[in-house]
């Protein structure tokens, strides 16, 4: 993974903290909790954007919006020189939600978001499985994804941040 060009500073943190508690607050309400001018929130965040350390997005329970399979799949390719092409058509499915290039047993790992078991099976078969090179695939099946978080922030050096209010699907 790629390295931040420039270090996070102690308002860069607060900013991302800020915006993952609540990715709607205003650059008036951060700038008056933070005591800084409303161009510094303005000017520091579109510099986030710009580095690719800042992405805003609206995030939807795939539960709630109707999508009821969600699976791990790992891929082994052969010959491994079809690696990149592989991963290359694996980024334009729909239904893949993360790709990683991985060690270990296999060469890629996924996450589908399919609306039901049908749906996926029809993915696995109809545009993984006939892909050049791929292999083999292992799939695991999440049956309730108990925790959707982003990571901490964190400073350089400094000490870590408290965490981030995630979203959960546990009862009390």
Not at 81 to 97: G, K, N, P
């Amino acid at each position: 993974m790629d390295s931040p060009s420039f270090t996070l500073d102690k308002i860069d943190i607060d900013i991302l903290r800020h915006l993952q508690l609540d990715g709607r607050k205003s650059f008036t309400d951060m700038a008056e909790e933070m005591k800084v001018s409303v161009s510094t929130i303005r000017n520091r965040v579109n510099k986030l954007k710009t580095e690719g350390i800042l992405h805003i997005i609206g995030w939807t329970d795939p539960v709630k919006t109707g999508y009821h399979a969600y699976a791990r799949v790992t891929i082994d390719v052969k010959p491994s020189s079809f690696l990149r092409e592989v991963a290359t058509h694996l980024l334009c499915i729909e239904e893949v939600s993360f790709l990683a290039i991985t060690s270990g047993p296999y060469d890629l790992e996924i996450n589908l978001l399919c609306k039901d078991n049908s749906h996926l099976l029809e993915v696995m078969h109809e545009q993984i499985h006939p892909l050049e090179g791929v292999h083999a695939t292992h799939t695991t099946l999440y049956f309730e994804v108990l925790k959707w978080a982003s990571h901490k922030v964190q400073a350089g050096s400094s000490d870590p941040l408290p965490p981030v209010s995630a979203n959960t699907h546990l009862e009390a």
